[in-house]
């Protein structure tokens, strides 16, 4: 499995440059597409050791990569851009290929994926919501699209979202829900025109209709942590035992969540401390 640059030509390893020297077989998303990046490096493939292995027929392709390999080929794989497997195809393939008792190796190199998260500065370090999470396209369905991110504005850690040029405006419409959490665009990244900015959430419409430029290319787009609330403690859990008064636990749990800001699940254990230990005065 072979990294390819996402963009400048430069970012290629010495070790996938041999790699792909050698191949019998290079499996590659757009035979076409891989032909013109071979003979930029100035390897001549003929178009017989080209096998396409793209999302409409990766599971079939997959069959004759493996035959290929059982016949004692060297297969290299290449997505049209970056770490194929990720976000491109390539997972069904090694999937065969792991399920017919061979090897699948990777090479790593350019990843659009690590190479926002570099400059974004939005992946928090210590012991609590650290990391990121790869969340990759999002529904195109409105209604979907919306679900999914509300259920994103709960995740603690860095967002990790990708998108194409003529679906980053609805994108940005879906996330003003998120109001004045920072997202980072990266656009066209390690080419001519890369962009990357940091904007409050609700901003970002306004800033891709400032200029017909910024809607070009293809997006990651990263939702950054959501700051911390500041809680001393006291008074989340006297507004925990005000609503658990008059309401069922979930929905104290969750209004007090809602009202202080405090962790649910940290208030859902509470609850549950403060009936295990109220029950046997009840039954008394």
Known sequence: MVATPIGNLADITLRALHVLQLADTIACEDTRHTQSLLRAYGIDKPAAQLLAVHQHNETEAAQTVVQRLQAGQRVAYVSDAGTPGVSDPGARLVSAIQGAGLRALPLPGASSITTALSV????????????????GFLPVKPAER???????????????????????????????????????LARELTKQFE???????????????????????????LLHPAPPTHDNGAESLRVLRLLLQELPLKTAV??????????????????LAWKRDAAPADEG
């Open 120 to 135: 974004a500065g939005a992946v928090a370090h210590g012991p609590e919501h650290s990391g990121f999470v790869f969340a």
């Open 195 to 221: 962009e990357i900015t940091t904007l409050p959430a609700h901003a970002l419409a306004d800033w891709l209709a400032g200029s017909p430029q910024r809607v070009r290319g293809e997006f990651v787009v």
């Open 254 to 271: 969750r209004l007090a969540a809602e009202i202080t800001g405090a962790a649910r699940n940290v208030l859902y254990d509470t609850a």
């Open 146 to 184: 919306a679900a999914t991110v509300q259920q994103l504005a709960d995740e603690p850690r860095c967002v990790l979202l990708l998108e194409a040029p003529h679906r980053i405006g609805e994108l940005a419409q879906a996330l003003a829900v998120l109001g004045s959490r920072p997202v980072t």
